[in-house]
């Protein structure tokens, strides 16, 4: 393992709040001071050199880019003119190429081991672009709000193992970013169950069927996006049951910068006008109305009754991250009093500060 434990560290220095966040192993990585997806572009070459082509693998590969703070190395910056659009954008641009760079790598690597016809390859984002910064054009909406361009990833899969009748097309069925876990364990032979003291089910379901073309739907009819999120409101959620979609109350970032813009691809090199929040709730059709223009919370009062009846059932089963032991330094009270001045007594690198038992 090479990266980082917490997130949003500067993708130059490893540096995030009051100390350096860059691992291998069990170990603080020494080659913080590169460009973070330079670093793995290494880690790449070295893990495909030593590998044994006959043997099967699995690879994470989880890249940096694009996530903030926004940085680039400048032989990719000039691709793209100053003047051709705003900073933010340039930016957002290069990284993206570096992205794409990184990728390539490792599809040139498979092809030339021969392995290219037997592997799997999945790219999917977590979320929708920034505001401020990123566009979801088309789709309304933005990382941190429940909108169709916060939560409609942008996702493909390739590789020799998809059945070439697939290949090319679209899939519309639902994928939920969870589904990878239990499609890959299927594949591996493995079972995703997880259980004992502790453990919730596992909410993924597996989604090879729907990629190889065995079946025509999504395994799944309802799709719970969020319930009770921390960041920003503490009653922003929202649901998908069959076509439709209930947004749970005021979308926090909405009203921020172009998160509720359905702008040109140039945008946010401007401002504009904003549409509506949530106020409290919102029901779209996001088969038929996918950029979510027309609200049909008030109209079909049955439909946005049936979804928020569904949604509050998962207050029976809360799932909060404190429960399942995530803490940094923005969930628990003083902590950066007391991370801080650990991580400067033992290196200057962030790692587990909390004894047991607190």
Known sequence: MTGFLTGGEDHNKQTVECGTDFWTDRAPDPRNGTYDAYTYRDVVDE???KRDAEKPFFLYLSLHNVHTPLEAPEEWLD??????????????????????????????????KDMWNNTLIVVSADNGGAPCSGSNYPLKGCKGTFFEGGVRSVAFANGGFIPAKMKPSKLEGYIHIADWYPTFCKLAG???????????PVDGVDAWPLLSGQANESSHDEILLGFNFTTGSPDQGAIIVGGYKLVVG??????????????????PCSTGPTLPDCDPNCLYNIKEDPTEITDLYHSQPDIAKKLLDRYMKYAEEPRDRQDQGYHNQNTLPDAKAVACPYFAKHGG?????????H
């Open 349 to 357: 690198y962030w790692r587990p500060w909390l004894a047991n038992g």
């Open 79 to 112: 691709i793209y003119p100053q003047n051709s659009t705003c900073k933010n954008r340039r930016i957002y641009q290069a990284m993206v190429s570096v992205a794409d760079n990184v990728t390539a790598l490792v599809v040139k690597h498979l092809v030339e």
């Open 250 to 267: 005021s979308q926090g970032h909405a009203k921020s910068c172009d998160s509720l813009m359905h702008s040109p691809l140039d945008y």
């Open 47 to 49: 893990l495909f050199e």
């Open 190 to 200: 493995v079972d995703p169950t997880d259980s004992g003291p502790g453990k919730f």
